[in-house]
């Protein structure tokens, strides 16, 4: 207790360790590139961007999480976290955001591959361009096995798609993750009972995500850099 008291007297408290890709020094040297080329980027050169992810949303939350409880409480239903095998199903998304709001949302059924990805960019991924954009845009992902395949690059280029070089293992650089964040929450205080009510309410929440919070999040991209740059490449808090 006292090695705790003093370690609270310097400002040292217990917190859950924040989960972050590992960065090797190539994977650093490569984000302080990336970042040094984008720095002079405003609205005008991000708001043109298409910024994608697949997510994965799962019934119960698998979150580490910390009450503040008597010994006697533990098992009040207030101070547990329900443990459901494989976290009662899951459902995995794709989508796309840009400053104008966001795309058109893909269930993935199954294991994504070169395949169902060109399919998803074929008939999601184009017509949110053309809404969003009226077709012209640059289109973001990250380094994922099946974005980067021959077939999936040779399409991209069969289409005439302009791509936005993207450093490997940096999500923390993309605005989409803010806003899986926000859908994770808001879809948790709808309490989905099962996985239907689960990709039903996804679709909603997805569907209200307004174009002001799609471009208050792009607008975030230069304090993105500048952190990344400040970090010297390595991760970021955002």
Request: proline share 5%; net charge positive.
């Amino acid at each position: 207790m006292t090695i705790f008291r003093r370690l609270r007297e310097f400002g040292m408290y217990s917190y859950m360790p924040i989960l972050k890709p590992l960065l090797s020094t190539t994977n650093k040297q490569n984000r302080k590139i990336w970042c040094r080329s984008k720095r002079n980027w405003y609205m005008e050169h991000w708001g043109k961007v298409l910024f994608s992810d697949e997510s994965r949303f799962q019934l119960y939350s698998s979150r580490k999480v910390r009450v503040r409880r008597t010994p006697t409480e533990k098992f009040l239903p207030d101070c547990l976290v329900p443990a459901v095998q494989g976290g009662g199903g899951a459902v995995m998304i794709w989508g796309c955001m840009s400053a104008a709001g966001t795309g058109i949302l893909r269930f993935i059924q199954g294991t994504m591959n070169s395949e169902e990805y060109t399919t998803t960019m074929r008939e999601n991924m184009l017509p949110s361009a053309q809404m969003l954009h009226n077709g012209y845009f640059v289109y973001q992902q990250d380094n994922a096995t099946y974005h980067k395949s021959a077939a999936t690059m040779q399409w991209f280029e069969n289409e005439g798609i302009s791509l936005l070089q993207w450093p490997a293992r940096s999500p923390d650089l993309n605005p989409i993750e803010n806003l899986w964040n926000i859908i994770g929450v808001r879809v948790a205080d709808r309490q989905p009972r099962n996985v239907q009510e689960l990709r039903e309410i996804i679709s909603e929440v997805w569907n209200e995500i307004t174009p002001q919070e799609c471009r208050k999040l792009i607008l975030g991209m230069r304090k993105r850099i500048t952190l990344c740059l400040k970090e010297k490449g390595g991760p970021i808090d955002y």
